[in-house]
C-alpha cells in the first residue's frame, strides 16, 4: 500500500504550485518543440544533449522541478509521489551527470501515478525496457553506475532549477519530442503557443510554394 505522499513534505519540497493551464497544454501537445522555442524568441532550449531515450514517446505538460545531490536519487523517488497526473518530472543532478538515476522500476511507479514524463540532466538505464513502459524519458543517454539513497542528502522539490542556459520553473511548460526539450514559462506559455501556431500556418505556406518550384532564397526575400 502505497505511503501517504503528505508525509514527505518538508521545507525543501513546495507541495502546490501553480501549472500551465490545461487548454495550453492541449495546443502545445500539437506543436514541435522547435517552433515552440522559435516563436518564444528562441529562449527555452534545455542542453542538446537531453535528447528522447524512449522510442515514438513525447512530452507536453507542466513542469514539476527536482534539485538533486549528485550520485543520489532519493530526491526523484519522492517527486514521483509529489507529482500531480501529467506533471512533468524535470530534474538537475548537481552536474554530476555519470549515474543511472532513473530506470524500470521508477518508470513503472510514474506510470502508475499518470505522470507525463521526465527530463533529466544526467544518464538513466534500462534502455531495452523503458519504451515498453510507456512513460517517455529524456536523459543524456544510459550509464549503469548506481546511485545511493543518502536521507541526510539536501534537495528540492519544485523551486526553480538551471537546465544549461534555461531556468526551469515549477508549472512551466514543457515540451520534449525527437529534436529535444524546451520549457516555456507558465506566465508566457499561451501566448508563446499562439505565435507557435501561426508559425506553422506560415510553414505549410511556405511548402507549398516549394512545392510550386519556388526557392527559399525567394521566398524569404534573401
Known sequence: ???????????????????????????????????????????????????????????????????????????????????????????????????????????????????????????VRDADKLTGIGLPVFSRGFCIQGTGKDTDGLGWINAPILMGQTIVRPGDLVVGDADGVVAIPRDHAADVVLRAQERDRDEVDTIARLHEGHSTLEHYQF
Open 1 to 123: 500500500m502505497m505511503s501517504d505522499p503528505s508525509a514527505l513534505i518538508g521545507n525543501t519540497i513546495k507541495h502546490d504550485i501553480m501549472r500551465v493551464e490545461r487548454t495550453t497544454i492541449e495546443s502545445a501537445n500539437a506543436i514541435s518543440s522547435a517552433t515552440l522555442h522559435e516563436a518564444a524568441d528562441r529562449t527555452g532550449a534545455l542542453p542538446a544533449a537531453i535528447r528522447a531515450v524512449t522510442t515514438g514517446l513525447s512530452i507536453c505538460g507542466p513542469a514539476l522541478t527536482v534539485h538533486m545531490p549528485g550520485g543520489d536519487n532519493l530526491w526523484l523517488h519522492k517527486a514521483i509521489y509529489i507529482a500531480q497526473p501529467g506533471d512533468v518530472l524535470v530534474v538537475y543532478t548537481s552536474r554530476v551527470y555519470d549515474h543511472g538515476y532513473w530506470g524500470e522500476v521508477m518508470s513503472t511507479a510514474a506510470r502508475m501515478r499518470g505522470i507525463g514524463g521526465l527530463v533529466i540532466d544526467g544518464y
